[in-house]
């Protein structure tokens, strides 16, 4: 079997925090009203993409009604209404929006993850849940060997890649990496470069702190990076 199908069957039967675990669940019971004829998702969500994408985006953690409810990445809430009509302009999506893991929307030469699979209480995951997590991500960075551009959503993304990047010796520390939004950083020789962004949420692009001009820019500096598709 492919070692990413692999990875995401593991992902999906994870129950290492007791917490998310219980709060999955019981926002797949007890639903929101405008989707109470859903079943719910209610377990981790795995990575979604393109196996051989150069364009590696990592998110916070999965929306109770969003991807805890649709199952796949920044499907099915306001995040991804956002970021999938910005990855369709730029050539990184078939299509501009998605509301179920079924729509036919496919990555082109990207990939989604998350720091964190599982919705938190408040879109907050505890420190420990994010350390459980975290072999997950480290696993998909190995397996993603075409990946040229990071792009983390947020700063929660951003410190929990530049963990992984210290703890495996390939970044000195992170001090100094200061996030910003479509901010670039170089990681050194052989790995991939690194741009920080606002995180699509609903609170940021809801009080105008992300519009769609800037959160595009993001795209355009990786597209610009990458180039076309060989």
Not at 37 to 57: E, H, I, M, N, T
Not at 91 to 115: K, N, V
Not at 121 to 138: Q, T
Request: proline fraction near 6%; glycine fraction near 8%.
């Amino acid at each position: 079997m492919d070692p990413l199908k692999i990875l995401n069957n593991e992902i999906i039967a994870c129950v290492r925090c007791p917490r998310l675990v219980a709060y999955r669940a019981e926002v797949g019971r007890v639903k929101r009203r405008a989707y109470r004829d859903w079943d719910y998702w209610a377990k981790p969500v795995p990575g979604f993409g393109d196996p051989r994408a150069r364009l590696l985006l990592i998110g916070l953690a999965p929306g109770a009604h969003g991807s805890n409810r649709t199952g796949r990445m920044f499907t099915g809430d306001s995040s991804g209404v956002f970021l999938y009509k910005v990855m369709y302009e730029t050539g990184f999506a078939s299509q501009p929006s998605s509301t179920s893991r079924d729509d036919g929307l496919t990555l082109i030469d990207a990939y989604i993850s998350a720091a964190v699979r599982c919705a938190p209480p408040d879109n907050k995951p505890l420190p420990e849940e994010i350390r459980n997590c975290r072999p997950y991500l480290e696993r998909e960075l190995e397996l993603l060997k075409n990946v040229r551009v990071v792009v983390a959503l947020g700063k929660l993304a951003f410190d929990a890649y530049l963990s992984i990047l210290r703890d495996e010796g390939k970044i000195a520390r992170r001090a100094g990496f200061v996030f910003g939004h479509d901010r670039e950083h170089d990681m050194g020789a052989g790995q991939p470069m690194l741009i920080s962004s606002y995180h699509p949420s609903q609170q940021n692009t809801s009080t105008g702190k992300l519009t769609a001009e800037m959160f595009r820019a993001v795209f355009v500096r990786a597209r610009g990076y990458l180039g076309a598709r060989v």
